[in-house]
């Protein structure tokens, strides 16, 4: 049998658990990276009756540039199925593609978190990160207004880099929220925060999601 990998991502909620137990449910469960990482290259139909048979409700759309022209698909398959769009691999400009994007979350009625990543090299001075925090809020700025004209969230994503410390992901936040942006949050991988684990123990981790 062929492997599928499948990484599963805490759904990223705003009403409050019952208890720590009950975050990780079945239903609150997103299933992420498994359309470029299928060993049987299953389309949208067959990834949706996957889901389905599955158990799983809720689904991030992870994709490469040989997907694109199945996008509409994709989305019809999920709706056909009950599976919830929860979020959506997102380009990190408002470029075309992304722009294109946009136009397919208004065309089928769908409200995906965006997950968008950076990158970059450790700053070596205040004013060096002063500068970087504000230039990465421009950024993620631009992609914001244009997400919450569709209802949408932005989740800042880390993988790896300076822009995958939590610390300065709130940061970038925190400057956004101060021109008035309030639609994005953080989606936090532990696949890409190895580095991180000895912060666990010492109870100095910073984790959030997207509220």
Not at 12 to 36: G, H, M, Q, Y
Not at 43 to 49: H, I, L
Not at 110 to 139: C, F, N, S, Y
Request: aromatic share 10%; glycine share 6%.
């Amino acid at each position: 049998m062929n492997p599928l990998f499948v990484l599963m991502a805490v759904a990223l909620l705003s009403a409050p658990f019952a208890s720590a137990d009950d975050l990780f449910d079945r239903e609150n469960l997103v299933a992420w990276c498994i359309v470029p990482f299928d060993a049987k290259k299953r389309g949208p139909e067959e990834r949706a009756q996957m889901l389905e048979r599955l158990g799983f409700k809720r689904f991030a759309y992870d994709y490469r540039a040989e997907h694109i022209p199945t996008f509409d698909a994709e989305i019809d398959a999920l709706k056909r199925h009950g599976i919830e769009l929860t979020a959506w691999w997102f380009p990190t400009v408002l470029n075309d593609e992304a722009q294109m994007t946009l136009d397919l979350f208004k065309r089928h009625n769908v409200h995906p978190q965006l997950w968008v990543m950076g990158g970059g090299t450790p700053t070596k001075t205040p004013e060096e990160q002063k500068q970087r925090i504000d230039e990465e809020a421009a950024r993620i700025r631009t992609i914001a207004e244009a997400a919450a004209a569709l209802r949408c969230k932005v989740a800042l994503y880390n993988h790896g880099g300076w822009f995958g410390e939590p610390e300065n992901q709130i940061e970038i936040i925190q400057r956004i929220a101060r021109d008035g942006v309030t639609n994005v949050g953080i989606v936090y991988n532990l696949h890409h925060g190895h580095e991180h684990l000895d912060r666990f123990a010492s109870g100095k981790a910073i984790i959030a999601v997207c509220v």
